[in-house]
């Protein structure tokens, strides 16, 4: 499950910082910002494994396999929602003419961390109330 959060985070920043080495070299032309590359970067940085899990259902795979793989699919689409979230708001500062500070930058990430902590508390106080 590390993997899930650590990779999706390496595979948008991978993405975007390649897109923007390309945009650089112009070896594409757009006029695309570095936050709308990033932007973009965030949505296509999950992986959902729908379909390794619609096989793991046909061929009966031991559940524990299973439900691994479906709570990694989880945290992959909340990690990328919440940096999504994230790059949206940095593209909405710019088209407003407003600078993107590493303040802003640094709230981000804390805002990655209370979303992610938040969900993590909520989750046990309600498996706790249910168990």
């Not at 991978?14 to 570095?34: E, Y």
């Amino acid at each position: 499950l590390f993997f899930a959060v650590i990779g999706t985070i390496i595979n948008f920043l991978l993405i975007g910082g390649l897109l923007n080495l390309v945009q650089i070299h112009a070896w594409m032309s757009s006029d695309l910002t570095t936050i709308q590359i990033f932007l973009f970067s965030s949505l296509i940085s999950a992986v959902d494994p729908v379909a390794v899990l619609s096989i793991f259902a046909e061929v009966g795979v031991n559940p524990d396999l299973y439900f691994l793989v479906f709570g990694e699919s989880l945290l992959n689409d909340g990690v990328a929602v919440v940096l999504y979230n994230m790059m949206s708001v940095f593209a909405g500062m710019e088209s407003k003419g407003l600078a993107v500070t590493y303040g802003d930058i640094l709230l981000g990430i804390g805002s990655f961390f209370t979303v992610a902590f938040g969900g993590l508390a909520i989750g046990i106080l309600y498996g706790l109330l249910t168990a």
